[in-house]
């Protein structure tokens, strides 16, 4: 019964910070661990950071610092605060649960996602 709506998308510049905000409905939100997903041009959707319920962190190598995911359990919002970004960034972002065994999580909770794009 989750519903995950992601904003805060838009163009910038290389260096620039965006801070994306994924809004979801359903009490099963405080239960789950989430992620944020991305998908590129050309690529396939690939994990950028996951947090447990309890706010662990994990990053894929491609961040380098540069992201940090959190989450505010009570009002069923997770972030992701991105700096320093690069054209490479540039992909259509999106949430959906953090399951670390699996290489995309295999449920339907996938949004319309948000798109950043980083200009040169």
């Known amino acids: 019964q989750v519903q995950l709506v992601e904003s805060g998308g838009g163009l910038v510049q290389a260096g620039g910070s965006l801070r994306l905000t994924c809004a979801a409905s359903?009490?099963?939100?405080?239960?789950?661990?989430m992620g944020w997903y991305r998908q590129a041009p050309g690529k396939q959707r690939e994990l950028v950071a996951g947090?447990?319920?309890?706010?662990?962190?994990n990053y894929a190598a491609f961040v380098k610092g540069r992201f940090t995911v959190s989450r505010d359990n009570a009002k069923n919002t997770v972030y992701l605060q991105m700096n320093s970004l690069n054209p490479e960034d540039t992909a259509v972002y999106y949430c959906?649960?953090?399951?670390?065994?699996?290489?995309?999580?295999?449920?339907?909770?996938w949004g319309k996602g948000t798109l950043v794009t980083v200009s040169s």
């Open positions: 947090i447990s319920v309890g706010g662990r962190t």
């Open positions: 359903g009490s099963i939100f405080s239960t789950k661990a």
């Open positions: 959906n649960l953090y399951m670390p065994s699996y290489a995309t999580p295999p449920v339907n909770y």
